[in-house]
C-alpha cells in the first residue's frame, strides 16, 4: 500500500499557474506508475495525466496537453504536476494516485491508492 498526500493547490486567476505536488511513502516508489485526476463538483473523477515508475513515459488527456506537466524524483518520492495557463474549467478537487504497475494508465481502475485531494480554484 501507498499513502499519498497532496498538496499545491489553491486559488489563481486564470491564465496563471500552479504546482501541485503528491508525497509517497510505502512500498517502493519507483516501481509504481502515477496518475493525477481531477474531480469537478457534479461531475464523475477524470484522467488528468500519468507517468510511468521511471519517469520515461507519460500521458495527459487531451483537455490538459500542452498545458500541463507531469514528472516525478523518485528520491523524494514526489511526484509533481505544473500546471500553466489555467482556465475557469481547471476548477476541481485533483487526485494522485498509485498504480500497482511500473506502466502508466489513463484508467482510474488502474489505481490502487489514492490521496485526499486538493483544490484548485481558476478565478476570472
Known amino acids: 500500500q501507498v499513502q499519498l498526500v497532496e498538496s499545491g493547490g489553491g486559488l489563481v486567476q486564470a491564465g496563471g499557474s500552479l504546482r501541485l505536488s503528491c508525497a509517497a511513502s510505502?512500498?517502493?516508489?519507483?516501481?509504481?506508475?502515477m496518475g493525477w485526476f481531477r474531480q469537478a463538483p457534479g461531475k464523475e473523477r477524470e484522467f488528468v495525466s500519468t507517468?510511468?515508475?521511471?519517469?520515461?513515459?507519460?500521458s495527459y488527456a487531451d483537455s490538459v496537453k500542452g498545458r500541463f506537466t507531469i514528472s516525478r524524483n523518485n528520491a523524494k518520492n514526489t511526484v509533481y504536476l505544473q500546471m500553466n495557463s489555467l482556465k475557469l474549467e481547471d476548477t476541481a478537487v485533483y487526485f494522485c494516485?498509485?498504480?500497482?504497475?511500473?506502466?502508466?494508465?489513463?484508467?482510474?481502475?488502474?489505481?490502487?491508492?489514492w490521496g485526499q485531494g486538493t483544490q484548485v480554484t481558476v478565478s476570472s
Open positions: 494516485a498509485a498504480s500497482s504497475t511500473p506502466l502508466p494508465a489513463t484508467s482510474k481502475s488502474r489505481y490502487d491508492d
Open positions: 510505502g512500498r517502493s516508489f519507483s516501481r509504481v506508475a
Open positions: 507517468i510511468s515508475g521511471s519517469g520515461g513515459t507519460t
